[in-house]
DNA sequence: CTCCATTGTCTACAAATGTGGACGATAGAT
DNA sequence: ATCTATCGTCCACATTTGTAGACAATGGAG
């Protein structure tokens, strides 16, 4: 097995450009050193370096090697660090767990500028659509989208966003059939809707009025980008929250239907175990989640 | 100065789960590896390992350690194979010019699998809508998005992809105005164009029939996305590449005008400059382009 | 419960590496 | 041309590491 340890004295002295300053700053023999290198390059079978009494420079194939051999190095020097504990930012794994849209709605967008704020914490997210017990299963945290406030399941919980759900149709839908003046229009009108035992939508406006209309059944999914499209298709009238159809009302490719009207909210809630002496990367998680989101 | 040695010991003993296996692998005595690994514990002042005459499980921090200390092997064995010349891919850097647009809708999807197909070669690629002279400013190639043939430089070029342009509209502005049937109908549809002086748009047909037409002038701008999103907003009829409006041709967002005519072509070519000896690394970027895109 | 195959640890001894100091080479100062 | 300070190399000896084999521990098979 190779003496990978003269990989890292040949780093040292292209470092410091000579066996002489080189012992000096590793304070070693420099005899150890050159005969180190020496070694190494008997056993490669190349001239790594140049070097007579007073010249030295570094073979092209020196130069290659070196690239590698200092990596090395600085993988070397972090993994001593992460055992000594020099890096102070919060390091170690954080558990998440959220929904499949969630997760592709917020997520994706949060956690890549997470990891690289936090270079020594592990990310881990697990999105899926099944129930998750938080604690059983070993999650840190929970990113729960809701329609209704959580129960009290003894977990503390942190609202960090909340979204309008809205109305809307491609301009195409609305001059075929047009557009609603109130909700009880809707009724007449073709509904995306995301099972076919939803029971309409709950509308509120800023008064507080509550209505409930059923629009007619025209497509069913319950995957909120295929919702998207059918409506971008001029399907018919679907409800989604705002942040989804964002970039198509932007677009011009949906529009608002009965903009004073809202088809309820979804809420974003963090859901930590209630556990005490909270990690630090998990506080430095939420932390970072709820600076980056506007407050619900 | 420690043994780095021991790094690799504990990552190889890591990867085969124990020193026994470990020793085996690597045809050295197990009492070797246990020494080396305990000394690396004494030293760091940590359990890395837990370990009993049957049970083998790697603590958290030797999990941290183990990162690194398998980077570290990876990094020793990627320098050994330079020297001994194991890696057969090109190597050094190739330096591509592109304009912003043939950047974001080409180069963004290509060079990330090129620089993962070819780990030692660095991509470097500079996106400019400005005059670049590809010889004086030391670039490797440059891709060139034209629709008429490219002057004769004295650079190889290579055509890599022929991209039709294609008449769209929304469907609500062809709801709107009427689908025109014939070139000639376009006089009297609003053209969404790249500029004022444009000459309107030469149509060809399978048939080899070519039409010179110009619609009225509703829109002007010089950037595709920005004539992409007029078009969808039911603006007026445009003139794209297919690639530019493919998605939102898939989502029904924009609609073919006149299907059986073309506006012309844009091609995609590769200018190198025409040197002896061309590198290994220019000629790998190129043929994997080329192995990429459908010929033109 | 007993037996057995295999694990990891320990240690005395063999082998390999680290080192101090001498020495030839060399480039700059005088 | 000469001198000097410092370079890298070499080597005899000191120090450290590698190893074979014994041994306690352990989990699965019977």
Redesign the interface.
Known sequence: ?????D??VFAHVVDHKGFAPAARA?N?PKSTLSKRVAELERT???RLINRTSRRFTVTE?GE??Y???A??LI??E???A???GRLAEP??TVRITASVPTAQMMLADLLPPLALAYPKMRVMLHATDRFVDVVQEGFDIAVRDHFAPLPDSGMVQRRVATDAILLVA???YL??RGHPRDPSDLSRHDGLLASLTSEGWTMRNEAGVVVRVRPMPRFLADESHVLL?AA???LGITALPRKICRTEME???LVRVLPDWEAGSVTTTLLMPHRRGQLPSVRAVVDFIVARLPAG
Not at 1 to 5: A, D, E, K, P, W
């Open positions: 097995m190779r003496n990978l340890n990989f890292i590793l070693v490669l079978g190349v194939i290659d090697f690239r590698h051999a990596a090395m993988e070397a972090a993994a001593e992460v055992v000594k390091s170690g491609s301009p195409a001059e075929n499209s971008v298709s001029g677009a011009g490719s």
